[in-house]
Each structure stands twice: as structure tokens, then as C-alpha cells.
């Protein structure tokens, strides 16, 4: 507490400090400002560089330093200059573009991410922005964890204790995440929106009532005194210049429209079941159960989500939540469930199996009931061109669809330790046997089969997630890096349709690697079905670097293929199999 309101003396005594444009329609628009508590500030748009013409408001700052000024009836795709000043003291300045009309069929990008690691202190590096600046988006969506303020509060198992208790605190995270240096690159030319996820809305994991602790000794939701729920819902409406909230009771969804485009932002936080009422304990192991009503998004919101997308005229409709979609979680939460020898086993970077599990059961997969019916829902009325777009993995992948349910485009990682989590869920089938002989575990799982981070690669840079739509003629879904460089990328042509078949693990059987442990050289044993067209296989080392690229076509089916390992390290190494539905993996272990 007593740092937070150090902080806050801090921004008192100086000027203007932060001013960006958010809820931007087609006609209007507002702009956010951050200054001298109590003090006027002049606000001005035009359509001219020299401000002639403007249209001008006086807004007084609120005693914590916040204001906003909101104009309609703008112009439709049109470039705006604003400026915030105090005369003859200080002046922040930028532009955006209005909104094309839902008529627009021209080409849109806008771009999104989450996850930027600080706690109070504005972030004073965060490279990725000045990437994403040069895409001059549309628009850009922090879909959270804008900074980790609950981190420094956070005290489970002994106490519930949650910044959001504190306005103090919240307000402070706000200063933080408005004066970062970087991001004011993205400030001066492009309008923002945002939802909260789970670190700046109360805790790790979070759900509307509760926050989970999950060790290798106790996992345990703990419920937090609902006021800072409350609070955090009413910081946003306050401090964020955002766009119509249907029902802050519930959360802070909102819906923008963007020319074809529709995208509706979702709270899956504030109406969240606690994530560990899919689990239950029989003795001493852990079961991945479907209690009735389960539910990330609350009835409300689900219902709000389902009309919204029924009666979008948007061609393209894109929904954002926090966590993964992809529903071919659900087969490693499957294959978790049950097996104490596996939840006992330690997984580098993950803990034991039993908090793999309590982890992913975060993500849409363990809400399974709710992820199907939304599924349903889209099959049954015929409601095509439905793209995810998630975060909060700290990492960063595409599917197409077939693995996730609906084709998505997963980007959690603008500023944060890459968690290589889609890489090792690729993996799974090949880690876990080698991690973990005892559990005698053979299963290969399909999850993310159009790239990212890892796959095929050892690119688990600082990332963002690329959205380009040309009209109404497709969709290219990218992820790209802090050097620019696209990671992994999927075009979608209009006309898809929610996949609801099961994934398909492969059977082993179709693509061996042999001998293990190996010596000097490994055979490829490939059968012809994975070889119909010319197929790149790689070679990588335990964390996904690259180290040996090859192409195999459909005569290499006929005999096992001969690759020389004798030069390399002993150690854990991956081969990797790429094939347009996504990456086949086998593990050895080199002696
Ligand atoms: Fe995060």
C-alpha cells in the first residue's frame, strides 16, 4: 500500500503524462488522458495536421490524474490529429483513423497480444511495440495481463489478499500500464482496446469468486472478498476509454465493428466458475470431471456471444478470450486424468502432471460443455467465418481449425518469457514417454497444426498476433516477432464452417523412429500416406532449435531413411515430421 500511494505522489507532482484514443466507431471516437489531478486540460481533434478547424473540449482530471473527452459524429476512414495541452505548459499529441463504414471491403490489419511483464513501474523496454507500430493498424487489443499487478500481492495459500482490494493499487497499475515508454509508439497512431485477463483482474487463473494455488502440495481454489471484483470492473469503466459495457454486473465484454469485420471481446474472468471444479480427487489422484454448469463465460455473456454472432452482418466474426480455445486440449487433460503415475512425474518447467492438469484447466478445454454447445450453436445455425483469437499462454500458435474446433490464432507473449507451452502440448506425445517411462504412455496429440512458436522452429521470441483481412475474400492469420520476422502464418478463405469431429491423434505406426537409445545414426521409417508430396522433416534438440533439415518424398516410404547422429551431444532430441495438417514428432535419446 504505501508504495502504491508513492507512486501515485509521483504522477501528482508532474505534468501531463499519457493520452491515447479508444472506443473509435466509424463516427467517433474518445480520448483517454492521464495529468495533473484536479487540473484542466484542453482536448482537441481535426482533420489537419495544424489543427485548424478542431473541435475542442476542457476536461478536468479526476483527483487520481484521469480524464476523457468523446466526440461523434466524425468523419468514416478518416485520418484525425489530436492533442491534449495545457497552454504555454505541456502538450501530448498523435492521430488514428476512424473506422471504415460495414461497407468497407478494402483491406484491414489490426493486430492484438497480451501478457507484458511488470508489475508498478511503467515497462521501459518492450521492443515488440515499435513492430507493431509499423504495421500501422487499424487497431490494436491488449487482451491482457497488461502488466502482472497482483503478483507483488499475491500470498495464497496463507491469505486470499488481491491488489484489486485497493484502489489505491488499481490505480497505480493504470499509471504503469499508460506510461510505458514503448507502447506510447502505438499511443501516437492507432486507437487501443483492451480487456483484462486473469493477472490484472485478481489473480493467476482467476474466476468470478475465486483464485487456485496450484504446487506440487496443495491445489485449492480460495475465494476473495467480491469487492475487488467490483472494483476492477469499475476501474475499467473509469480509467479505459472503452466501448459500450452490455452489463458490468457480468464482466466488460464488449463488441466492436470494423468495416466486414465484427469482433466480440469477452470477459472470461468475471463470470468465470472456479477453473478447479473440473477436477476432483478419488484418494490421491486427480480426475478431469464435467460438472454441470461449468461455465467461463456466464450465462449472460454466453447468450450475449451466441445472438451476437447469429445476427452479425460482419462476413468476418472473430472472438477474444484470454485463454486457449483449442479444443484438442481436451485430449491431453484426457490422457492426465486418472494416471497418478503421470501426475506424479516432474515436468521441466510445468511442475508435476497433477499441476499440468490444474493449469490447463484454465483453458476452454476443460470448460468442455460450454465449448461444445458454442460449437453446436455455430453448426446448427449455419454461422460461418467464426475465428478465436487468444492469449494469456505467454507463447504463441495457429490451428485451422481442426484440432481447435474454429480456427485460431493464439499471441500471448508481447513482452514475457515465452512458456513454450504450445511447443511442449505439440510435443506431449514424444516428452511425455521420455520424461516419464514409468507411465508407459503412447499417444500422440494433435493440437495446433498451422505453426507458431517452436514448431519447426526455435523462435520463441516477444510476438504479436497479425490480423489482415482483404475484404471479403479471406483472412491471414500471423504471428509475428520482435525482429519483424513471421513466425508462423494461415490464410482462411470465407465459408468455414465451426469443425466439430474429434482431432486425430496418428497412430503410431505410420511414422517410427528407431533405434532408442541411438548411437551414431537413426532410422526413419515413414508410410506412404505421409509422404504424397515432397515433406520437410527436421531435426531439433530438446528446446525446438533446428539442427538438420531434410525433404523425404514418396520413394523414401519404400525403405527406412538413414540420418547420421554421431556428431551430436547425447541428450533428447526431436524429429519432426511437417506436414500441411500440422507436425508429426518422434523423440530418441542420443547416448
Ligand atoms: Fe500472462
Redo the contacts with the bound molecule.
Sequence with gaps: MRVALGLISLVWAQGLRAGFVGAVTDTSASIQVLGPAGQPVQVEVSQYPDFSASRSQLVTLDSWGFGRASWAGLLPATRYYWRVYRPSIDTVAGSFRTFPPDTFRGYIRFAFG??Q?FGYAPPTSEPIFSVIAQDTPWLFIQC??WG?PDLRYYRLPQDSTTFAQWWDTIVASYYARYQGSDIQRIFRITPVDYVY???DYINDNASAATSPHISDTLIREFGFPSYARRNIIQAYSQFFPHYPLPDTSQGIYHRIRLGPVEIFVCDNRAARSPDLNALEWRGDTVFFIRPPGHSMLGSAQLQWLLDGLRTSTATWKFVITGVAFNRGYRQILEALSGNYTLQQCRLPGLGNGAMLLAGLSDTWAAFAEEQDSILRYLQRHGIRNVIWLS????TSAIDDGTNAGVPELMA??LR?QNSQLAWLMANAGSLLPAICPQANFSQNFAVWNAGGQGLGNSNFNDAYGRVEVFGEDSVRLSIVDVNGTVVASLTLRPGQAAALQKTHPLPADRFKVYPIPAQDRIWLQVDPSLLSEPTPVYLTDAVGRVIGHRTLSSRDSRAPVSWEVASLPRGLYFVVLWRREGPYVRSFLKE
Design positions: 497480451s501478457c511483464a491482457g495481463d502482472y485477463d486473469d493477472h492469449s494469456d499462454s505467454h500471448g507473449n514475457q
